[in-house]
Nanobody, 122 residues
């Protein structure tokens, strides 16, 4: 399974941005997907998760109400739509895929994308 994240860049505070993660090479084995982020100088942290059916979704408290995760069945992709961005959202964002269980901890995920940098300027 390979994950390719895209969509990062630099935006102004208050703007919106969508990140995408394309899954290839065996998506039928995927049980759930997650988004994590690593702010500069900090640990990687959970952002959101979604089961492969797209029916079970969880968000970190810090992004709840501002971020939306969704599956795109036709394209084998997962999107993270981010709005009302602020400087604290600046981080490298990673998508991850889980084969058996998924959640808010990194060790439940089996595959990781390369990361995409999001910079929010104030």
């Amino acid at each position: 399974v390979q994950l390719q994240a895209s969509g990062g860049g630099t935006v102004q505070a208050g703007d919106s941005m969508t990140l995408s993660c394309e899954v290839s090479g065996g998506s039928s084995s995927i049980y759930g997907m997650g988004w994590f982020r690593q702010p500069p100088g900090k640990e990687r942290e959970f952002v959101a998760s979604i089961n492969w059916a797209g029916t079970d979704i969880y968000y970190a408290d810090s992004v709840k109400g501002r971020f939306t995760v969704a599956r795109d069945d036709a394209k084998n992709m997962v999107h993270l739509r981010m709005s009302s961005l602020n400087a604290e959202d600046t981080a490298v964002y990673y998508c991850a895929a889980a084969r058996y269980r998924y959640g808010s901890t990194m060790d439940t995920y089996n595959y990781w994308g390369q990361g995409t940098l999001v910079t929010v300027s104030s």
